[in-house]
């Protein structure tokens, strides 16, 4: 019994950790911080993390503002440095490489991609018949 309680303890710090990143992906979050206010020990919401979303703080808070970039990217005129702040980050070099990491593409490129604009590099919009 006391296993089934554990799960769902783990399962609700889990639930209210990724609740606060989704709505504060762009602040400087910490677990330590996230921890306290979901009043649980570092340790133990890693292992919420861990056993629960198969991923760490880290990973979720970086797909979270990776995901939430790309959007703005897509649909915004913004620059990329704007993004960048927008999505937490204070170094536009930073956040360059961490999308070309979990995208594959850089921030521009993928800009281009998704509003139609190929900027002149071949084979942006799409790709290349060989």
Do not use: C, W
């Not at 861990?50 to 979720?60: K, L, Q």
């Not at 961490?98 to 281009?112: D, K, L």
């Amino acid at each position: 019994m006391q296993r089934t309680a554990t799960i769902e303890l783990r399962r609700s710090l889990f639930e209210d950790a990724t609740a606060i990143v989704a709505q504060e992906y762009g602040s400087d979050l910490a677990l330590d911080d996230i921890a306290r206010r979901v009043a649980s020990s570092r340790r133990q919401l890693q292992r919420a993390y861990s056993e629960i979303g198969n991923t760490t703080f880290r990973e979720h808070l970086t797909a979270v503002r990776m995901e939430r970039a790309a959007e703005l990217l897509a649909g915004r005129a913004l620059t990329v440095r704007d993004v960048a702040r927008r999505v937490g980050y204070r170094q536009p070099a930073q956040f360059a490489k961490a999308f070309r990491r979990h995208h594959g593409i850089a921030p521009s490129t993928y800009r281009a991609r998704h509003n139609g604009r190929s900027n002149g590099v071949s084979g942006v919009a799409g790709p290349v018949a060989a």
